[in-house]
């Protein structure tokens, strides 16, 4: 504020002297300005009908930024910092991938920093789970797949299937061909659909999402792709699976569902199908496992996913 009122003195003076003498050029010299910049406030100083107030900086802020980040953007971007705790790289990921919001990874640092968020804070370890740790949603995610044939043979598919551990919420999404690009699409599907934040993925022990002679390699694309997200990934071995038959129950459930078996023209009809089976069992299926509750009631269980009242990630008729 003294800094403003120095300067609007200061300009005072020009304008007291231009009154005086009507001489620019003497008056630029003994002030040691352009004659560019005392036209400028001469300007302003007349035009405001020779008010003092005139002669104070202004803001330089535009009046219109129609290229501005809206308010909900940023609302939603501090409520995903608060969230994970996740830094610039890995936001930018997952507002891509869930909220379909691309902003560069300076752009979110910069409105973080300006909306009050402190970028020093220290982000929370992971937390390891044990095998008798009770699991709280997305805490443990197991992936596996199943390749289908049509009647006549010819046409081959691969189903991937994404349960929950805890909630036994359930997402299915079929794929004309069974690959580690495949596979990361359907993750995105997951990460885009699941209403919770996915900490360790599990898989089998295939091509698609590890290395068979070195399973516990981090160069594989599919783990790389995922340690980029935030989430870890889980070859259990077989001592493991020996002990853990939560996979082989997910294929087991493959197994016995009908739309399996029908015949079938295309890829979409297929997955339409799969889509209303996984709308009940989600919805309206009681599971034995989680108390004869459905996997959205066990869900709404948790205070965060409360409002939940359906799952239906596929939105079709049912």
Not at 145 to 173: M, P, W
Not at 227 to 256: Q, T
Request: with cysteine; aromatic share 10%; proline share 5%.
């Amino acid at each position: 504020m003294i800094e403003t009122d120095t300067a609007v003195a200061r300009r005072m003076e020009w304008m007291k002297e231009f009154e005086e003498k009507k001489s620019v050029p003497s008056i630029c010299q003994k002030f040691s300005i352009s004659r560019k910049t005392f036209y400028k406030w001469l300007k302003r100083y007349k035009i405001s009908s020779k008010n003092v107030s005139s002669l104070g900086d202004r803001s330089r802020r535009p009046h219109h930024s129609p290229r501005a980040t809206s308010p909900a953007i940023v609302q939603r971007l501090r409520e995903l910092r608060e969230k994970t705790g996740f830094g610039q790289k890995r936001l930018k990921l997952y507002l891509s991938i869930w909220y379909d919001i691309e902003l560069s990874e300076s752009a979110i640092w910069k409105l973080l920093k300006k909306s009050g968020v402190d970028m020093k804070l220290k982000k929370s370890h992971r937390r390891k789970l044990r095998p008798n740790d009770a699991l709280l949603p997305g805490d443990r995610v197991s992936l596996t797949f199943k390749l289908i044939t049509n009647q006549n043979g010819k046409q081959h598919f691969v189903q991937y299937s994404a349960i929950d551990e805890c909630s036994r919420l359930r997402i299915t999404k079929i794929y004309g061909r069974h690959s580690t690009l495949s596979a990361l699409d359907f993750i995105q599907f997951g990460l885009m659909h699941f209403p919770f934040l996915i900490r360790y993925i599990q898989t089998p022990l295939d091509n698609a999402f590890a290395s068979v002679s070195k399973p516990r390699s981090r160069t594989h694309a599919f783990t790389m792709n995922l340690r980029k997200l935030g989430i870890k990934h889980e070859v259990p071995s077989k001592k493991k699976l020996a002990v853990n038959r939560f996979m082989e129950r997910i294929k087991r459930f493959d197994e016995v569902e009908p739309y399996l078996t029908k015949p079938f023209s295309s890829l979409d009809e297929l997955q339409q199908e799969a889509a209303r089976v996984l709308y009940r069992y989600n919805n309206e299926r009681p599971i034995p496992l989680i108390e004869n509750m459905s996997p959205v009631e066990k869900l709404r269980t948790y205070q965060q996913f409360s409002g939940i009242t359906t799952f239906d990630p596929y939105a079709i008729s049912h």
